[in-house]
């Protein structure tokens, strides 16, 4: 398991990549994640893509934000980024992170070569950072040259350049490393970012309605706990950490459920990732309705109060361990009002995990971790024979665990009453 990312009731990990070498072994070593790393340059951990540039921006090229998200998904599988790149074809993603974050390490995985004379992998990466804002002043962070994996599961270190804490970060790439003809397509994997990021305040942006090509959305928030509705008025409900919200919604026709893992941009667009009836996540970006402008109206009036029935993501743990983080507070503080006050006569409370690691270590931290909500919640007055914790570990999916937002989403407490 993945202890040390304190998204959902079950946190991530290391997963087999800590059964691996530590950091510094080279430029392309096997897979090192340090113990208790979180990987920060993920969608799932608030890493919002906000701008593309560099001439693979270029309609030649057809680089746009959905690529920029494919670099902060989590997964370490490839994806064709640039089309018809020259050797000095540059491309930049820009990113809005949540808080004041400082990395100790980046790394570029799975640098493998498609077999294909017209594709390779790119060549230099460079990570810059700004305090300021996502157009600058940049500060080289961290750079290095790609060269071809022996095997999967390797990464390249890049050379850090500069310690210091950035709220957004500029990832440039240039070129490919295998060039066998003037024009070519290049691909890339992920970008990894591992270091300390200041605690996340709660944000409180999901409140409003959102209307563009492919999004139809209306949402109210009250605290951690949101509603509202997408598409057709089908309904959804979800929580926030930190800067992210994880929602779950059901079709109103075909009851066909939808996942969604969003961050809300400074200049008010929604933008995230969505998935409908187990296929992959895809982009997910409208802008905001002005007044008196098009909407999607719900049927429901307030977002429900964290209780029976819910699905909660964003009580969060210490590293590998069943203490309770202080930002999960204010969400024990209202699951357990909603209970004191529900006639139910018995509440399980689930733990979910994904699935890296150890099954049996994922089920049996998981049932920890539940007895910790428990705790929590009779130390708020909720009657101890009325709650048993439950440890099902990575036993009932919501998502595919191949991503970060699959993963995140996965990881979740689930409140059954009866």
């Excluded at 563009?212 to 109210?220: A, I, N, S, W």
């Excluded at 459920?257 to 995230?272: A, M, N």
């Amino acid at each position: 398991i993945r202890p040390g990312l304190t998204s959902g009731l079950v946190t991530v990990a290391c997963g087999l990549a800590c059964a691996g070498t530590a950091p510094g072994m080279g430029p392309a070593s096997l897979a090192a994640q340090s113990a208790g790393a979180v990987d920060l340059l993920t969608l799932a951990r608030g890493a919002v893509p906000v701008a593309v540039g560099g001439t693979g921006a270029e309609a030649t090229h057809r680089v746009g934000l959905e690529h920029a998200l494919l670099a902060v998904d989590g997964s370490r599988g490839g994806f064709s980024m640039v089309q018809r790149a020259t050797d000095d074809t540059d491309t930049e993603f820009v990113y809005a992170l949540p808080a004041p974050t400082v990395f100790e390490r980046l790394a570029v995985p799975d640098v493998l070569e498609t077999p294909s004379p017209s594709q390779t992998f790119v060549r230099s990466v460079e990570v810059h950072g700004s305090a300021e804002g996502p157009d600058g002043p940049w500060t080289l962070l961290a750079a290095g040259e790609l060269t071809t994996h022996d095997a999967r599961g390797m990464d390249t270190e890049l050379e850090l350049r500069a310690r210091v804490p950035v709220r957004w970060v500029k990832v440039r790439t240039v070129g490919g490393i295998q060039m066998l003809a003037d024009l070519m397509f290049t691909e890339f994997t992920e970008i990894i970012g591992e270091g300390s990021q200041e605690v996340l305040p709660l944000s409180a942006r999901f409140s409003g309605a959102w209307w563009d090509r492919g999004v139809r959305m209306t949402l109210r928030q009250d605290g951690p706990a949101v509603s509202g509705c997408y598409d057709d008025g089908s309904a959804l409900e979800g929580t926030v950490e930190g800067s992210i919200l994880r929602a779950v919604g059901e079709g109103r026709n075909d009851g066909v459920t939808s996942l969604f893992v969003l961050g809300v941009t400074d200049d008010g667009r929604i933008r995230g990732v969505r998935s409908s009836n187990g296929a992959p996540f895809r982009m997910y970006d409208g802008a905001p309705v002005e007044d008196g402008g098009r909407r999607v109206e719900c049927v429901d009036d307030d977002p429900p109060a964290p209780g029976c029935g819910s699905v909660l993501h964003g009580i969060a743990f210490d590293f590998d361990s069943a203490v309770l983080r202080e930002e999960s507070m204010p969400l024990l503080d209202r699951l357990a009002r909603s209970l004191s006050a529900d006639a139910a006569e018995r509440v399980v409370i689930e733990g979910h995990t994904s699935s890296e690691g150890d099954e049996d270590y994922n089920r049996a931290l998981s049932e920890r971790r539940a007895a910790a909500v428990v705790d929590a919640l009779v130390a708020r007055g909720v009657e101890a024979d009325r709650l048993v914790a439950a440890g099902v570990g990575e036993g009932r999916p919501l998502a595919s665990n191949d991503d970060e937002a699959g993963r995140a989403m996965n990881r979740r407490v689930e409140v059954r009453c009866g």
